[in-house]
């Protein structure tokens, strides 16, 4: 969970600025092949400028997340690095493209971040673009080597054995 940020000192003053880092870890980030792992903190570097609106945040986002391979199942790490560039406001609207200031003067970041970096997690992680997945007979990680001496199941022969049940077996 990200702090909460203090911008009273914005509020109500067009033009004014500041720039407030933020460091914390941010929960539940997962998808079925990437994830923020929980004790790897996320840092933003957020610049705070005050609108007659509200508050104008941007910066960007950095931090790690492991990820699993599409084809070879293979975990790994991968730095990330994103811009954001978000709006604040009193009383957002309805379906508006808007985060609410709470009445204090405090400024949540934890959804935003947690939107922005969601949103941009690999839908279909590769651990190198010419990963060759695993072996469709002996599950064995073809990038390493690991099915040597068989050759790769053919499913024409598949077929025809559905088809002549009384053949003999073909292997
Ligand atoms: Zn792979
Ligand atoms: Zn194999």
């Known amino acids: 969970m990200l702090a909460a940020i203090d911008v009273r000192d914005l509020m109500g003053r067009p033009g004014a600025s500041r720039e407030e880092p933020v460091v914390g870890t941010v929960e539940g980030l997962a998808t079925e092949l990437a994830r923020v792992p929980e004790d790897a903190p996320?840092?933003?570097?957020l610049v705070l400028e005050s609108l007659v609106e509200g508050i104008l945040v941007s910066g960007h986002v950095g931090g790690r997340w492991s990820l699993r391979c599409a084809r070879c199942l293979v975990e790994f790490e991968q730095p990330f690095h994103l811009d954001l560039d978000e709006l604040f406001v009193r009383h957002p609207?309805?379906?508006?493209d808007a985060y609410p200031l709470g009445p204090e003067g405090q400024l949540d970041p934890d959804q935003m971040i947690r939107d922005v970096v969601g949103v941009e997690?690999?839908?279909?992680?590769?651990?190198?673009?010419?990963?060759?997945?695993?072996?469709?007979?002996?599950?064995g990680n073809r990038n390493e080597g690991e099915c040597p001496g068989h050759a790769e199941f053919d499913h024409r022969f598949a077929v025809l054995a559905d088809l002549f049940p009384d053949l003999p077996d073909l292997d």
């Open 121 to 139: 997690m690999p839908f279909s992680p590769l651990c190198r673009s010419d990963c060759q997945g695993l072996c469709a007979t002996c599950g």
């Open 42 to 45: 996320i840092r933003a570097d």
């Open 93 to 96: 609207d309805e379906g508006a």
